[in-house]
């Protein structure tokens, strides 16, 4: 049983056209995340939810948008895409009761904007 | 703010030992964790330091000291499979949860 699953593993688009990765943990964590990792592997923090509710949300443009329908489910929205979205999406999850909570990953979706 | 500082990359011979540092200065702090990613995977958990001292787990220990921002993670007896990038990422104020740029370690033989 996958722990965090990510849909889809891979995906090629046009600019211009919207899409979304969906992320789902069954680990029963509370608090999930959203990473971007771009071409020279920086993996920066873009959202996190807790309990369905947005805690973090650095500077992302406006094109992005999250959206936690329960605490065990945290999917990404782009809108307009653009060349420099391209890039590997995690999805990660943890339990934010104990601070000695480790992230767990999903496998990544990779998207590239043509 | 958050900083955290690493080695953009490293090499070491198979069987060798290496050390890989990391800095930061982070808004918080309540633990620093070490993760490995190979190319083309999710990174996935090595260690974790909450206190001053070392940590250590088969091959790979972690080393902590909050009064100086730093940390290191020692790999022994290295192995072809030891290549991949190491991030060092750092649980800050909230749920914050904030990686430095990795460092990319090639075992040669």
């Known amino acids: 049983d996958t722990a965090v699953s990510q849909t889809p593993k891979y995906l090629v688009t046009q600019m211009g056209n919207d899409k979304s990765i969906k992320c789902e943990q069954n680990l029963g964590h509370d608090t999930m995340y959203w990473y971007k990792q771009d071409s020279k592997k920086f993996l920066k923090i873009m959202f996190s939810y807790n309990n369905k509710e947005l805690i973090i949300n650095e500077t992302v443009p406006n094109r992005f948008s999250p959206k936690s329908p329960d605490k065990a489910h945290l999917n990404l929205h782009i809108n307009s895409l653009e060349l420099g979205d391209s890039a590997v999406y995690f999805c990660?999850?943890?339990?934010?009761?104990?601070?000695?909570?480790?992230?767990?990953f999903g496998e990544g979706s990779r998207l590239t904007v043509l | 703010g958050q900083n955290i500082d690493q080695p953009t990359e490293m090499t070491a011979t198979e069987g060798a030992i290496v050390q890989i540092n990391c800095t930061y200065q982070?808004?918080?702090?309540?633990?620093l964790f070490w993760y490995q990613q190979h190319a083309g995977e999710a990174p996935t958990f090595l260690s974790y330091n909450v206190l001053d001292g070392l940590e250590e787990k088969g091959r790979f220990s972690s080393f902590l000291s909050r009064s100086k921002g730093y940390s290191y993670l020692l790999l022994k007896e290295l192995q072809m499979k030891d290549s991949a990038s190491y991030l060092c990422?750092?649980?800050?104020?909230?749920?914050?949860?904030?990686f430095g740029p990795g460092t990319r370690l090639s075992v040669l033989p």
């Open positions: 990422a750092v649980a800050g104020e909230g749920q914050n949860f904030v």
């Open positions: 990660a999850s943890r339990e934010s009761g104990s601070w000695t909570g480790e992230l767990f």
């Open positions: 982070t808004s918080g702090f309540n633990g």
